[in-house]
């Protein structure tokens, strides 16, 4: 929804909301994400399987807690990330998060698209940018509608293909090549603190470089109806998601990696592997795959971008001109080489976004000690200041401090640095909005 649109500052009607079903759907499209089966087998081979299994269960727990809390949030105020991120940073510090929130979407679309669009040439040959073209134009219609015309069908008959597909890839693998235990054994010499470790947290770290995953909740929780709150926080957000995409994904990513001959736990590696080892049928579930989770980037990605335009450009343009914006965007970044920087960009938005994540949930639990109540989302942008000074300064501080530890190449920076600009962001911004007396942008206030 975009601030064009939110100038009501009527309640929510729960009857115009997506239904839980629905909503279920749409959201669980994110399970099927190639990129979760690949991360998880990287970060066995890099730390050992059983460190990155430890690593993995602690994401799982704190992923879920703080989305249940965001979530219901969301849900209990049909608040977006643009629209809670006035109250947070105000006017213009809330068009930067909407800015950081559809690049990194879009850059998802990008790696994800980029995936299928090498299944594809890996079983027909054939230029790649002749399948980034194919995957960018079946994709786009799609989500022409928006997240609540059909993606919670689109991903619910795609769904079976998936977990079917992925099931059947690990019975085929085992078949042909044997079923060991070296995927679960896999071990490598312990790390120490100073040398970037020990491995759990390592791998921890690594998965607070997609918090991204907090805005998407928000975006999508804002379409629910409050009256499924408890449903949506305990089973659509909560832990079972995460036990899924992270969990079950990343089990299933080691066993491939280490079963099958030649495949390398990269970008695109898990994914040619089950092309070689089922043919089309390993195509399809990758398609299945890619389709599924790409429905949720090209609509979270589509739409901050329309955010953040129409309020820098103070204009309104149809929603299909966006559509067709995002799209371009998309394919160009799908010719260059943006896949090899995946992890380095993670790391960068990760710090970015999870000071942000970090203010959010400060917000949302001094507001609840404190006995204040959520602005409304559906009110005009004139009504906040252009900056919320402990918001702004608090995401500035950590950011630089989560930066200059990620530049630092100090082994412990990149396993401690994102836990540390969560601190940072949190802190300094409790410790300002206790000393300025400031809660909120919303001039009234």
């Not at 679309?109 to 299944?119: L, Q, R």
């Not at 260059?336 to 995946?342: A, D, G, K, Q, S």
């Not at 906040?384 to 630092?408: D, E, I, K, T, Y």
């Amino acid at each position: 929804m975009s601030t064009s649109q939110a100038v009501s500052t009527t309640a929510i009607n729960d009857d115009a909301q997506m239904g839980r079903g629905s909503l279920t759907m749409a959201w669980y499209g994110l399970v099927s994400a190639m990129f979760f089966v690949y991360i998880g087998a990287a970060l066995a081979v890099a730390y050992g399987t059983v460190n990155a299994i430890i690593g993995l269960v602690l994401t799982i727990i704190v992923f879920g807690a703080i989305n249940r809390v965001l979530s219901g949030y969301a849900l209990r105020h049909g608040l977006t990330v643009a629209q809670f991120s006035r109250t947070l940073l105000g006017r213009s510090g809330s068009i930067l998060a909407t800015l950081i929130f559809a690049a990194t979407a879009i850059y998802y679309a990008v790696f994800e698209g980029s995936i299928v669009a090498f299944a594809f040439q890996a079983q027909f040959g054939g230029p790649l940018a002749l399948w980034c073209a194919v995957v960018v134009l079946y994709s786009t219609p799609l989500v022409a509608g928006g997240v609540r015309k059909f993606l919670d069908k689109i991903n619910g008959w795609l769904l079976p293909l998936y977990w079917g597909g992925l099931i059947i890839a690990v019975v085929w693998a085992g078949t042909v090549h044997g079923f060991t235990p070296n995927w679960l054994t896999h071990a490598v010499p312990p790390l120490t603190l100073s040398q970037g470790g020990p491995g759990w947290l390592a791998t921890f770290a690594a998965y607070m470089g997609v918090w991204i995953l907090m805005m998407y909740t928000m975006d999508f929780a804002a379409l629910g109806k409050r009256k499924d709150a408890d449903f949506h926080k305990k089973v659509t957000f909560g832990w079972l998601f995460y036990t899924l995409a992270f969990g079950v994904n990343a089990l299933i990513g080691i066993f491939l990696t280490f079963t099958l001959p030649g495949v390398e736990a990269t970008e695109t590696g898990v994914a040619g592997g089950l092309v070689k080892l089922m043919g089309i049928f390993g195509l399809v579930v990758v398609f299945a795959s890619q389709t599924r989770i790409n429905t949720a980037n090209y609509a979270m990605g589509i739409s901050n971008l329309r955010e953040a335009g129409e309020r820098i450009l103070h204009i309104k343009l149809p929603s299909l001109v966006w559509t067709v914006l995002g799209a371009a965007i998309i394919f160009a970044l799908m010719l260059l080489p943006v896949v090899h920087y995946l992890l380095l960009a993670l790391a960068w938005q990760g710090v970015l976004v999870t000071g942000w994540v970090a203010i959010a949930l400060t917000q949302i639990v001094m507001d609840r000690l404190d006995g204040h109540p959520a602005e409304p989302g559906r009110i005009p942008d004139n009504t906040f200041r252009a900056v919320n000074v402990p918001g702004v300064s608090a995401w500035l501080v950590s950011a630089v401090v989560g930066l200059a530890l990620l530049q630092s190449h100090l082994a412990w920076g990149a396993s401690l640095g994102a836990i540390i600009t969560a601190v940072v962001a949190a802190a300094v911004y409790a410790g300002l909005r206790k000393a300025t007396g400031i809660r909120t942008a919303l001039r009234t206030a």
